[in-house]
């Protein structure tokens, strides 16, 4: 079947040389181009670890990343490891809020990831296999003494860690009892159904291979991919910070997100089941609660529609109730309440006809507990806790809210009293990302701060950090790499806390369009175009065009190089005369 042309590549190359250039060069900069060297050395945010403010809130902890000490890796090295994600030899530090001194804890040995402050302030518990037995473990650092030490020789299987409220102890999800590294890695990849044979003739130089080909009868129907749920397999684990004693609370089960009261008495956390059917990739989940102490455990809901990873779920404030947000096609964003105690169903405090339009997020308490918000439809809402019906408070007009920024304790984040709170949100037409102030009171919204950076850039679910009054938060663009900014509620006194990437700072980068055109059937289309520096109108360049099917590249108009982190940088092509198109790929 052919395919219809979509764009036309000569009508944007004519536009090129009619757009108005960015002539200015910042003091300092050089019109040279962009050493591949800086790129491949540069530095990132860990993908897998939270950015967390110290609980006096003068400290703000994160994971950077070396480029240049990443290593390749298979499923089966993480499988058998526990290393989140590729292996990305990040290193746990700290930035002083007053200072801006840093300080990087783990010294580049080997891979470090997901720090957490101990809720006193005296540790930062992180997860490393920096002991040379190529398996994650929990380690901690003390403030006081400035020490590293391991924890416990327990094999960690999660990307994260939670302290209970005592500061003494740690619940982390380990690897099976009864399992090896190895066996466990095998169970998650399950049988070898893509068997294949080899064949090498004395003294070839070329090996061989062909797959085993499926007899007629048993060729079934193509569906939807869907993966191994025995890779949520775990056990449930409390380590107790002076002794290292490991106490297992639920053994043998599947453990995605999990979460602690506020008291500590109670661990929730979902359990996937099974796929929603044999063509979806729609994962059912149980939500289960176990009691630290005893380990007793019951299901308070099963077969819940979540999104992939099953973390759209919260604890109240007073650890009497679960409130949890569905996903998918069967979930459409609807949100319910279970009572932990009790063996009531879950009440369904929201009728929704529509889909949340990013990934379904935990809904947040208010601190008294009596309502709890959530974004549906790119708008944000509010719900009764005890009863009656949700209702639209606010939206951001020509806006899609994003994400509301959370406090740690998983309630709605405010500095005055509870009387606004804050979300980050995206204009349609631009992507141009934004802070904005919502009344919780009347649903007023008002901008905050919208300057042309890009604030939901950086690759991670939470964008944001707050402290009682502060919040850090991910900022960059085309031009300027991503660093972390602190500011205050009102977004008066903003200042960047980071500068990862300094090497980039001497060197003028192309500048980005966002530009339109229609498709030979007159379908409007965008495109992320990076300019070349010290682009001249009327004058021709060389174009580069990355197309891939079914993408919307135009999103990645605000990305530092259009890139998403590390070596992805099309500012090595803009600074060598090229300019680079982005366009959208419908497939329609």
């Known amino acids: 079947m052919l395919l219809k042309p979509k764009r036309s590549i000569t009508s944007l190359v004519a536009w090129i040389c009619l757009v108005n250039p960015m002539l200015s060069q910042a003091a300092g900069q050089q019109l040279a181009p962009l050493p591949i060297e800086d790129v491949l050395g540069s530095h990132s945010f860990g993908l897998y670890s939270p950015v967390q403010f110290s609980p006096d809130a003068k400290w703000v902890a994160y994971v950077v990343v070396d480029n240049r000490r990443m290593a390749s890796s298979t499923t089966k090295n993480r499988l058998q490891s526990g290393i989140a994600g590729p292996p990305f030899s990040g290193d746990v530090c700290l930035t002083s809020v007053t200072s801006g001194a840093t300080q990087c804890l783990t010294g580049e040995k080997d891979n470090n990831w997901a720090p957490a402050w101990s809720p006193d302030g005296r540790y930062i518990a992180f997860l490393s296999d920096r002991d040379g037995s190529g398996q994650a473990k929990v380690w901690v650092w003390e403030v006081a003494s400035n020490q590293l030490r391991k924890l416990s020789d327990v094999s960690i299987r999660a990307s994260n860690i939670q302290w209970l409220p005592d500061s003494r102890r740690i619940v982390a999800t380990v690897l099976p009892e009864d399992l090896t590294p190895t066996e466990y890695a095998r169970r998650m990849l399950g049988p070898d159904n893509g068997r294949s044979e080899t064949k090498n003739a004395s003294g070839s130089t070329v090996l061989v291979y062909r797959s085993t080909v499926a007899a007629a009868d048993d060729r ?9 749920l025995e890779n949520y397999l775990r056990d449930l684990a409390v380590i107790d910070v002076g002794s290292g004693v490991v106490r297992r609370i639920d053994r043998g089960g599947r453990v995605a997100k999990y979460s602690t009261s506020s008291d500590g008495s109670l661990v929730a956390f979902t359990s996937p089941t099974r796929f929603a059917d044999s063509a979806t990739q729609q994962i059912l989940f149980d939500l289960v609660i176990v009691d630290v102490r005893t380990g007793e455990r019951r299901t308070a809901t099963s077969d819940v529609p979540l999104d992939y990873d099953g973390s759209s779920f919260s604890w109240s404030p007073d650890g009497s109730r679960l409130a949890f947000q569905t996903s998918g096609g069967q979930g459409g964003g609807a949100c319910y309440i279970v009572q932990v105690n009790k063996a009531n169903p879950p009440r ?12 379904a997020a935990a809904p947040l308490w208010d601190a008294s507990g009596h309502h709890i918000y959530f974004i549906n439809g790119g708008a944000f809402w509010q719900a009764s806790a005890e009863g009656g019906k949700a209702a639209e408070l606010s939206n951001v007009a020509n806006h899609t809210i994003l994400q509301v920024v959370a406090g740690p304790d998983g309630r709605v984040w405010s500095s005055n009293e509870g009387k606004s709170s804050i979300v980050l949100a995206r204009a349609d037409d631009t992507n141009q990302s934004g802070f904005y102030s919502i009344d919780l009171e009347s649903g007023r919204s008002s901008k905050l701060l919208e300057d042309g950076r890009c604030f939901v850039c950086a690759v991670r679910d939470e ?60 379908e409007p289309l965008k495109g992320a175009l990076l300019l070349p520096t010290g682009y001249l109108p009327g004058k021709r360049y060389p174009l580069i065009v990355n197309v891939y099917g079914g993408a919307f590249h135009s999103s ?8 998403y982190a590390g070596i992805d940088n099309m500012q090595l092509f803009a600074t060598r005369g090229y300019a680079v198109l982005l366009p959208d790929a419908s497939q329609h």
Do not use: C, I
Request: glycine share 6%; aromatic share 14%; net charge positive.
């Open 220 to 228: 079934r129907e193509a569906r939807s991919p869907q993966w191994n």
């Open 556 to 563: 990645r108009l605000r990305h530092f190089g259009f890139g």
């Open 348 to 359: 369904k405090v929201t009728e929704f006809l529509r889909q949340s339009t990013y990934k």
């Open 463 to 522: 964008w944001v950090a707050v402290s009682e009054r502060n919040l850090v938060y991910f900022a960059g663009d085309a031009q300027h790499d991503t660093d972390l900014w602190l500011a205050d509620a009102k977004f008066e006194n903003l200042r960047r806390l980071t500068h990862l990437n300094p090497q980039f700072d001497t060197y003028e980068m192309g500048s980005p369009r966002l530009v339109e055109w229609r498709s030979l059937d007159g």
